[in-house]
C-alpha cells in the first residue's frame, strides 16, 4: 500500500519533491542537511505557511526565494520558472490576445525553457500549469465578456 505525505502543519497532503528543487528554492539551501533522508515534499495547500518538509525538518514559506505559485495567487507568482513568466505577465498576453503557450512565450519574450527539475518548486515540468493558467484566463475572460453583453442587453 502506497502511503501518502502528510504535511506536519496543516494536515493535508502532499507532494513528492526531489532534493534537486529544495536546495534551488530555499534561501539558505545548507539547511537542508538537517532533514537529509532524501524523502522531500512539498505542501500544495494555499492556506498553509509549510513550504518543503521531511521527517526531520521543514521549512516555511518563508524561506523560499520566489514566490510559490501554488500558494501565492498574485500577478507577482512565477508560472513558469525557467523563463520567468510571472502570472500577471501571463494575463497581460490573454488580454492581448494570446491564447497558447507558444503566444504567450512570444508576446512575453520570455521563452527558455529546460531546469524544470531544479527550478520549479514542485521539481517538475511547468508546461502543464502554464496550460492550465492560461486557460483559467480564458475562461475568465469568456466569462466576463458573456457578463457584459447580458448586461448590454438588459439595459436595451
Known amino acids: 500500500m502506497k ?13 513528492k519533491v526531489n532534493e534537486k528543487a529544495v536546495s534551488h528554492n530555499l534561501k539558505k539551501p545548507k539547511k537542508i ?15 498553509c505557511e509549510c513550504s518543503y518538509f521531511t521527517a526531520a525538518a521543514s521549512f516555511k514559506i518563508s524561506d523560499i526565494t520566489i514566490p510559490l505559485f501554488y500558494k501565492d495567487n498574485s500577478d507577482d507568482a512565477v508560472i513558469c520558472y525557467c523563463a520567468g513568466l510571472k502570472r500577471g505577465e501571463i494575463r497581460k ?6 491564447s497558447s503557450a507558444g503566444e504567450v512565450r512570444k508576446f512575453t519574450k520570455k521563452t527558455g525553457s529546460g531546469n524544470c ?5 514542485l521539481g517538475k515540468c511547468c508546461k ?3 496550460a492550465r493558467t ?7 475572460k469568456k466569462r466576463v465578456s458573456v457578463s457584459a453583453s447580458l448586461e448590454e442587453k438588459e439595459r436595451e
Open 134 to 140: 492560461i486557460k483559467e484566463m480564458l475562461d475568465s
Open 128 to 130: 502543464p500549469v502554464l
Open 117 to 121: 527539475e531544479k527550478k520549479n518548486p
Open 93 to 98: 498576453a490573454v488580454k492581448a490576445g494570446c
Open 3 to 15: 502511503t501518502i505525505p502528510i504535511c506536519p502543519d496543516c494536515g493535508q497532503p502532499a507532494l
Open 33 to 47: 542537511k538537517e532533514g537529509n533522508d532524501k524523502k522531500w515534499y512539498a505542501c500544495i495547500n494555499p492556506g
